[in-house]
């Protein structure tokens, strides 16, 4: 029997982030490893139309959930969903639901963040530091509370290139940050964000890093763990392979490439490409949950929770998979034929922006307009390139994090916890996993038919002739156009014309010899 398994059964667990991608996949596990355990509350803010139970609702009646319902067929009555938004006082929890949860948890699992780039400081300090240190304010009113984890990111000190399992403070204290964003209005805010952030690339990994500076502050005699996951992709074995349901990572950049429109990137093919599945994490997880709550280590251990020095794997290789697999399983109604150039040159690689993306965008919303629609491609194409430039400092980069908490929690483990709770990245085949990962992307996060897959070749084929259709005619053109106006060209011109009669005519002689 699995001591992790059995340790969550009977136990009040309270997760943030639940309807998350990573909250999603650590809820289905708990539920399938450990049936048994009393009740998962989980706060959860109405979304798009959806109050929360129906949110809660959709989440159960998921492909993800369907393992569950066979080993725990009453998980809709193990599952308490508490009304809260992490953006207000107290999270806008009602009285009666904060005495119950302070009162029963057990453990909690703080996932909920912002994990947009872009997102505005104030917003981003909300969620991934205020929010943080009033969860832990209400944990340390937990009598029963065993253990409480925080799930951060291996990027919160990407400003350096070796990382330890440490904590690394940032000059301004995270409480005078809290304090300031109360009275300084966004403007000033807008002005002094890149000051504040400094070499970070944005505001996500800076408040992931005041976040952790909080959780250590505000530890007291709390059992208290920090995760640090790399990039969080698609599941590798749990529940089923390929599982994922958000664009966030690869997975948007994946979709982007096998629809043809991301063609190009400024990406370093031989940079390490620190990729995690969710079910790994979520293994290390649970893992760290039960180690942090019953061997009660003094300090507040950080496990990295990256593949890079363990298993690396490289973009190129990535990029160069990604294609082969787009070659067997196409994506539907692709824009233009998958390909990927990565460039490390930023000329080479405005030029390709210029001629792979907005070109072709420019004259397609051509041709929408000559058939009497509404040309939209290169509004598409400038958001996509956007987005795209916020990702290229991760993958021009390589980092090196040191696991050793990890690999000696790894050591703690029995072999039947060991096998239930893996997060032994050495055993992953990456060759394997992106093409999973890529079927994932297909069938889970576009919902495209696999019977599909002949006409989605038959439509590649079909522009590939365009595409050939096209340059030959470019060529043409442009060929035309110069010995319209070079005496030189014109020469080589009929150079090229005489020596092909010439050839035609001696090869059409010579078979007539040989009769
Ligand atoms: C040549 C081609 C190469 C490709 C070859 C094949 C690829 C394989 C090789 C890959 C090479 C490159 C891989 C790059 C990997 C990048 C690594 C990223 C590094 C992460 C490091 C940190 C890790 C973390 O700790 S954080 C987790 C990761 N976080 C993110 O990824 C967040 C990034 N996203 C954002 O910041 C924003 O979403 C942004 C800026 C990208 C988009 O903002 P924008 O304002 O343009 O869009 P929205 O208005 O927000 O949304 C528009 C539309 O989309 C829907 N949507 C948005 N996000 C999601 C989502 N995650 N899931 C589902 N849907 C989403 C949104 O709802 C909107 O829909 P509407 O219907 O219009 O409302
Ligand atoms: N994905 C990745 O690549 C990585 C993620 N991480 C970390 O892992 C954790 C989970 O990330 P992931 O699952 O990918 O992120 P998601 O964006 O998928 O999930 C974020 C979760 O936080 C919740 N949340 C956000 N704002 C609020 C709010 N105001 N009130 C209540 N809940 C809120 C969301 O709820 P709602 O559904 O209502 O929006 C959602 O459940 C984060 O801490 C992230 O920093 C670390 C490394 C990499």
């Not at 805010?189 to 000051?195: F, H, N, R, V």
């Not at 490439?257 to 031989?270: C, E, Q, V």
């Not at 598409?380 to 916020?390: E, F, K, P, T």
């Amino acid at each position: 029997m699995s001591m992790i398994a059995s340790f969550y059964n009977g136990k009040s667990i309270l997760i943030t982030g639940a309807t998350g991608f990573m909250g999603k996949v650590l809820m289905e596990k708990l539920f399938r490893t450990s049936p048994d355990l009393k009740v998962i509350y989980i706060l959860v803010r109405p979304k798009a139309g959806q109050t929360t139970q129906q949110r809660v609702f959709q989440i159960l009646n998921s492909k993800l959930f369907e393992k569950v319902k066979e080993v725990c067929p009453n998980v809709h009555e193990k599952i308490r969903a508490v009304y809260a938004d992490l953006n207000q006082n107290d999270f806008a929890i009602s009285k009666e639901d904060m005495q119950e949860l302070l009162s029963c948890t057990n453990i909690v699992f703080h996932c909920a963040a912002t994990v947009r780039f872009d997102d505005h400081l104030r917003h981003a300090v909300q969620l991934n530091v205020t929010a943080t240190q009033q969860l832990l304010l209400m944990a340390s009113q937990m009598p029963k509370l065993e253990a409480f984890i925080h799930i951060s990111t291996a990027f919160s000190n990407c400003n350096l290139t070796h990382i330890d399992e440490v904590i690394y403070p940032c000059p301004v204290e995270p409480k005078q940050i809290i304090d300031s964003m109360e009275w300084l209005d966004d403007a000033i805010i807008d002005e002094i964000t890149p000051k504040l952030i400094g070499d970070r690339p944005n505001t996500y990994t800076y408040t992931k890093a005041l976040g952790e500076m909080v959780v250590q502050q505000e530890s007291g005699n709390m059992n208290i763990a920090i995760i640090r996951p790399s990039i969080v992709g698609a599941t590798w074995q749990e529940p089923f392979p390929g599982w994922v349901d958000n664009l966030n990572g690869p997975s948007g950049l994946i979709i982007a490439a096998g629809k043809g429109f991301l063609r190009s990137i400024r990406a370093t093919p031989m940079a390490v490409a620190d990729l995690i599945p969710v079910d790994t994490v979520v293994n290390l997880t649970l893992a760290v949950g039960w180690y942090t709550a019953v061997h009660r280590p003094k300090s507040t251990l950080i496990y990295h929770c990256t593949s890079g020095n363990l298993n690396p794997c490289n973009w190129g290789k990535m990029g160069f998979q990604v294609l082969a697999t787009f070659e067997k399983v196409p994506l539907e109604r692709a824009f233009r034929r998958p390909n990927a150039d990565f460039t490390t040159n930023t000329i080479t690689s405005q030029y390709w922006n210029a001629v792979s993306h907005r070109a072709p965008a420019i004259i397609y919303d051509f041709y929408l307009r000559l058939t009497g629609r509404k040309p939209r491609m290169t509004k598409v194409m400038n958001r996509l390139l956007r987005n795209v430039s916020m990702l290229e400092y991760f993958v021009n980069r390589s980092w090196e994090w040191s696991t050793h908490n990890t690999e000696m929690l790894m050591s703690e483990l029995s072999p039947e916890d060991q096998r239930v709770f893996n997060f032994d990245v050495r055993q992953l085949n990456w060759l394997e996993y992106i093409e999973n990962y890529v079927l994932g992307v297909k069938k889970y996060l576009l919902k495209e038919d696999m019977a599909g897959i002949p006409e989605a070749k038959q439509h590649l084929k079909r522009l590939r002739n365009i595409h050939y259709l096209f340059n030959t005619a470019l060529f043409l053109i442009a060929w035309r156009l110069l010995i319209a106006r070079s005496q030189m060209a014109r020469n080589v011109w009929f150079f090229i014309v005489s020596f092909c009669y010439k050839f035609l005519s001696y090869f059409r002689a010579s078979s007539t010899l040989k009769v």
